[in-house]
């Protein structure tokens, strides 16, 4: 009956992806002042996410594992072609709406986590 749990993964991929966003963006913020920094941020997680459940393959951790794919990794995208004079392009302004964002999304997680752990527990408990 509990043998597949999907939203538990899901929810901790969420998770996951947030606090790589907050730490990229952290990052962001931290070299604001570096001359020639390109400002990074990751995939939307809605996009790492294919529509069709069948879709998802088996992930794997290392390149010597059969089939290598790690689907639902984060990957640093440039932000902005234009910068400031000192070739710097990140811009504070985005990086808060970021990480906000990031704070969501976290948030979103933990009560999707929450909430299915309170239905799980409530099956369990009528058994």
Known sequence: MFQNLDMFKT????????GVKQALTSEN???????????????????LVPDNPRELALRTTRSAHFGHRNSLETTPVETRANSDPNGNSVVLESEILNSVDAKRQHDRALAIYRASLGMLRSALSKQ
């Open 11 to 18: 929810a901790m991929s969420m998770a996951r992806h947030a």
């Open 29 to 47: 913020v931290a070299n604001s002042d570096t001359p020639g920094y390109r400002a990074r941020s990751v995939t939307s997680f809605a996009d």
